[in-house]
């Protein structure tokens, strides 16, 4: 199927996924900050999901080197996969470190750990509380939900 369309018009709409695929690779960085801010396990980080877009990424990321010899689609491709694999591994550290702490004697545990960020990923402000479990009375009784207060603040 061949779409004929003017030189301008495929300039405008590369630029537009230039700059657009920029923006949404920047917008990893509070996805994976919140992730490792919270202390319950980032139990709501669904990991098929982030893999599935992790490995999307690796594909379009073989696809522009490969086949389309597109430096710029490449390094879009790049950017998303590593943001999508950031996210991946903070999660997975939270979701094991869940783990242990749920294995530690009662004795041991503490109501929260406190995490501590990597040097580069720390605010130059005081970060608002962890995310905590809350609970939320139902029809059915009492049902145990996630909160976040950064989320729930803004919304």
Request: hydrophobic share 50%; net charge positive.
């Amino acid at each position: 199927m061949d779409i004929a369309i003017s030189t301008e018009a495929a300039q405008a709409i590369g630029w537009f996924y230039a700059v657009t695929s920029l923006f949404r690779v920047v917008s990893y960085a509070p996805q994976v900050w919140l992730v490792w801010r919270c202390i319950e396990g980032a139990r709501a980080v669904s990991m098929v999901t982030w893999t599935s877009a992790a490995l999307s990424h690796l594909a379009a990321t073989l696809y522009g080197m490969l086949v389309a010899g597109d430096y710029c689609f490449t390094a879009i491709g790049v950017g998303n996969f590593v943001g999508s694999a950031a996210v991946i591994w903070v999660a997975g550290r939270q979701h094991a470190a869940s783990r242990r702490r749920s294995a530690a004697p009662a004795s041991l545990r503490t109501a929260s750990t406190p995490q501590i960020a990597p040097p580069a990923l720390v605010p130059l402000v005081a970060a608002p509380g962890p995310i905590r479990p809350a609970d939320q009375t139902t029809s059915a009784g009492t049902a145990r939900h996630w909160q976040c207060p950064e989320l729930s603040a803004a919304a």
